[in-house]
């Protein structure tokens, strides 16, 4: 907590019993304006006579607490997409809001204010993976924007907690809005969409964040939208974010994204003009320095300190809300021990997240492996015993790791010798490595290649010295020449993926035997792999993306227009669709049903369907809903994911799953981006993947279909 000054004890903003409306405006009104222009920036100074600690809002909790030491570290946010789990991302959210908790006391209590200690937490990134080149893509949920929501919604719930009165911690939805790369552009690029296309993809995440899960944060992202800054946007922030959505919380700014206003937008001539068109528009926090120029704004008549005072309400109430001015005895979550900070529950909870994400891509029969079926294992490649490649970006500091030959050590031993070589560079052309890869090529009788990318090839602006984008959607031409020599081999083998967007796996998909995706799996990656290898977990991870075949598949990187993107509006062949993924049983549905076959704008449709486990192994199936308008008279989606669940069956078990549809649901959007129902026929579609997709392996789930008229 905040210790008390003597002269103030007896201060409104002291008395936990008030409303924290009361307690807060208390507090403001006796700041001077030099102390409330130092509270709008991301490292708040102290100010003493109020008994006002230094507070530092940037934190990062992307897949586990993030750049503060020892964390658990979960599968990297792609990956957790990939098990379309909400009830996982939940319980993730939870471990990670704990370890936030115990970390941020611990520090306090050593006086210890700096960056990533703080309880403010720059998570989730709902952007929609739009284009594959993105570098960030990793740190979002995909590319559909109704699984992003519900994934979303569950982490922040999770991450904040269910206490009436106090916030476990700060979840930050963000990049707001319309954001998803050129990276190397963002401080200058202006993303065109018009307001169908907005509210159809890029907004869906932002709203339900807002309204549902009642997100105390936002964050802005660099770019401009149809010509304003998103930090000084008065369309996002006042009329979207607060207007029609009813957001009560505070905004920050992408770090540096305020001084951009100015200095690369040139959007305004002066510094303090601009700072105050951001805070006018709702932007409350200053990642950077920006802020720095208010108290001259407001002398020169850009701003007044009445409106500074909004801002500082909102930033003020997510404080006392998260107890930093309150006794920590009267604050339930400062109770939560620093012992569960990588505690075993959480290093089971990060193995169970690696398992669900891991996808199935191919499978020729070679898998699963059985035990001493190879005498000598041979596993080659640069990521196969790279530990840092399991963590992606924004990640923490694992107490132990797992690479994928740790794991498949510990499995295969002493049933067959594992033999190993890097094989090859992640990317370039020399190859040192290529006599040993050799010589254990020849001697191994089954090999598994573990290749793919790393947070350096991929990621935010700067990652390997570069735009953190992606130019070419290929596996590296290095590593492909490894794939085909293995192959020349005619032995049996195995590509393993790690990778956090999609690559054009082209030549692999007509040639190995089995691909597993495992994208950057977190500390227990390697455990998991292996247990998906040799059949001790039945994979059911989904893709959370379209796995096109080329760049030349796609629109152009700055086009943002929604025609062409995603496998709501793209219409080629795709290599693998959203939603692909394979198990080692069979699963059938039957019996779709909905209870209102003609229903009005006053209604929500109920729909069941039964599914059966046919195989002889239990595992999870993903139920995926899709719903087309046949008879739109505006743009539609091609096809648009309404309602997914993961659920675990044992063989030849059946269950009845069940979603309900509301109204908007079945809404196609006008020009203004207004939802509409118009009268028409809707075909509902569910299974274990999309319809429509050419079947790619034996024993994938059928897919069972109906129609319902709106009238």
Known sequence: MTSKIDTNETA????????????????????????????????????ERLGIKPYEWWNECLHGVARAGIATVFPQAIGLAASWDTDLIHRFAVATSDEGRAKYHEAQSRQYYKRYFGLTFWTPNINIFRDPRWGRGQETYGEDPYLTARLGVAFVHGLQGDDPKYLKAVACAKHYAVHSGPEGSRHTFDARVSKRDMYDMYLPAFRALVTEAKVESVMGAYNRVNGEACNASPTLLHDILRGEWGFQGHVV??????????????????????????????????????????????????????????????????????????????????????????????????????????????????????????????????????????????????????????????RAFPDANVMFSPGCPLIGEENPQQWAASELIDYADLLIVVLGLNAEMEGEEGAGGGTGDRGDLALPAVQQHLLEQVHATGKPFILVLLNGSMIAVNWAQEHAPAIVEAWYPGEAGGTAIAEVL??????????????????????????????????????????????????????????????????????????????????????????????????????????????????????????????????????????????????????????????????????????????????
């Open 12 to 47: 409104a903003y002291w008395d936990p019993t008030l409303p924290t409306e009361t307690r807060v405006r208390d507090l403001i009104a006796r700041m001077t304006l030099e102390e409330k222009v130092s509270q709008m920036v991301n490292l708040a100074a102290p100010v």
């Open 253 to 410: 700014s992408d770090c540096g994204a305020v001084e951009d206003i100015y200095t690369t937008h040139n959007l305004f001539r002066l510094k303090e003009e601009a700072v105050a068109r951001a805070v006018k528009a709702g932007c409350d926090l200053c990642c950077g320095q920006a802020y720095d120029a208010l108290g001259k704004a407001v002398e020169q008549g850009f701003i007044t300190e009445a409106e500074l005072d909004v801002a500082l309400i909102r930033l003020f109430t997510a404080r006392f809300k998260l107890g930093m001015f309150d006794p920590d005895e009267s604050v339930p979550y400062a109770k939560i021990p620093y012992s569960v900070v990588h505690c075993e529950a959480h290093q089971q909870l990060a193995l169970q997240a690696a398992r669900e994400s891991i996808v199935l891509l191919k499978n020729d029969g070679i898998l699963p492996l059985k035990a001493g079926q190879y005498k000598t294992i041979g596993v080659l490649g640069p990521n196969a015993h790279d530990s840092q490649v399991l963590q992606g970006n924004y990640n923490g500091l694992p107490a132990a790791v797992v690479t994928p030959l740790d794991g498949i050590i510990a």
């Open 534 to 711: 040799f059949g001790d977990y039945n994979p059911a991870g989904r893709l959370p993306v379209t796995f096109y075949r080329s760049t030349e598949q796609l629109p152009l990187f700055e086009d943002y227009a929604v025609a062409g993107h995603t496998y709501r509006y793209f219409t080629g062949e795709v290599l693998y669709p959203f939603g692909y993924g394979l198990s080692y049983t069979t699963f059938q549905y039957r019996n779709l049903r909905a209870d209102k076959p003609v229903f009005t704008a006053a209604d929500t449709v109920t729909v069941s369907v039964e599914v059966q486990n046919t195989g002889h192994v239990a595992g999870d199936e993903v139920v995926q809903l899709y719903l087309r308008d046949l008879a739109a008279s505006v743009p539609v989606p091609n096809l648009a994911l309404q309602g997914f669940r993961r659920i675990h069956l044992a063989p030849g078990e059946t269950q009845t799953v069940t979603f309900t549809l509301t109204p908007e649901q079945f809404s196609a959007l006008d020009d203004d981006g207004r939802p509409f129902l118009e009268p028409g026929t809707f075909r509902l579609s569910a299974g274990g993947k999309q319809p429509g997709q050419p079947t790619l392996s034996a024993g994938e789930s059928n897919v069972v279909e109906i129609e319902v008229t709106a009238v």
